[in-house]
């Protein structure tokens, strides 16, 4: 099987420019459906029993689409009399609907699997709102009055291009930024036309003696219909050559939940220049922090906001490579920390794996950094 095939788990895919992606989501926004069903009506099934019996020739594809499924999530959801393949972005949010969670869940036989699920499903109360894509089911949401808001991918975005153009002169999108997966969309702005954003910012590096290598500040904007993100907002800077980021704090976000709409999100855009005001200031602060024990820190504070051993290392062997462990700034190792992206891409990890990380390293900027400038051998 082609993996590159877009009803494909796998099946992921870059832009080069904003309109090839504005409309392809427009592509994906007509190959959707959404049903809405009371919850308790659902059941999940092996499609190992269903599959003689989903015959959809109206589907292009559609054997490949069972092949696909066997190879990943190996369920179906009956849904009143219809059957559908289940995609992976769409079992968490099924397990959510039926109100369960766990490792163990993943140990058991598919068809113990399912059967565990819809006892929980049969007593499950309200709607389910499924949405149903390129042939298989990517999500099964709340589906009563201000569970779930869908907003149109395609609109979020254009919406994002149009305020960035009205506000932000000389705006450019990053070639290669935007990327689609069945989880989550995103994309990329360079604001180098907006250099007095970083103006406090680059007075405070030239004011503590430290190199500027910011180019300029840029936005991500990522979005999802399979609960895998909001409508989310990221002030980020570009550094050096450009493929280096540095992210600036928690998202603007806006969840899908509460009737949200797009004016709801085009207040959050008009939050972006306080956003970028409010991060300089926290960044400064770090240039102000003295860090006696830089390795130790950096690793202590990576295991504080939760980032796997393997990539703290990773992170830690390229900071010490590159600036060895002599005293520096708590400014200089939150810098470091952002390498962890580049260094989990190197191991794999793409999309929403990638942006969540970076969404775990803006915590550390609010943690007490002394506390872990700590000496000698440290515990794991």
Known sequence: MNETRIFADAYETTFADPMEMLDFLAERGKAAIWIRKPTKSLRLVPISQEVERMEDPSVEDWEEIL?????????????????????????????????????????????????????????????????????????????????YSILDMRAVFETTMQYLDSNFRGNSYIEGSGAFDHSIVSAMWELGGNQELLDTYRTALKDHGMSDKVIAPAVRLTTSDVAASGANLYPMLLCENGSRTINLGSPIKLAHTGG?????????????????????????????????????????????????????????????????????????????????????????????????????????????????????AIKW
């Not at 959801?77 to 559908?84: A, D, H, P, Q």
């Not at 393949?85 to 397990?95: Q, S």
């Not at 399912?114 to 709340?142: Q, T």
């Open 260 to 376: 949200a709409d797009l004016v709801q999100f085009m207040g959050n855009l008009r939050m972006l220049c306080s956003r970028y005001q409010d991060a300089k200031a926290d960044m400064t602060k770090l240039m102000d922090i003295e860090i006696q024990n830089p390795l130790n820190c950096l690793k202590l504070v990576m295991k504080r906001i939760g980032i796997r051993k393997k990539l703290i290392n990773d992170v830690a062997e390229l900071f010490e490579y590159q600036s060895g462990n002599t005293p520096c700034t708590a400014h200089d190792i939150y810098f470091a920390i952002n390498e962890a992206s580049f260094c989990a891409a190197c191991d794999g990890m793409q999309g929403h794996g990638i942006i969540s990380l970076e969404e775990q390293v803006t915590r550390a900027l609010t943690l007490d950094w002394k506390e872990y400038d700590v000496s000698g």
């Open 67 to 147: 092949k696909d499924t066997e190879k990943n999530t190996q369920l179906a959801l009956k849904v009143r009399g219809e059957t559908y393949p289940v995609r992976n972005c769409a079992i968490k949010t099924i397990l959510d609907r039926a109100g369960i969670s766990g490792a163990g869940l993943r140990k058991l036989e598919k068809s113990n699997y399912a059967k565990v699920v819809n006892y929980c499903l049969k007593v499950a109360k309200g709607d389910a709102l499924i949405k149903i894509a390129d042939g298989k089911v990517s999500a099964v949401h709340g589906g009563d009055s201000h569970d």
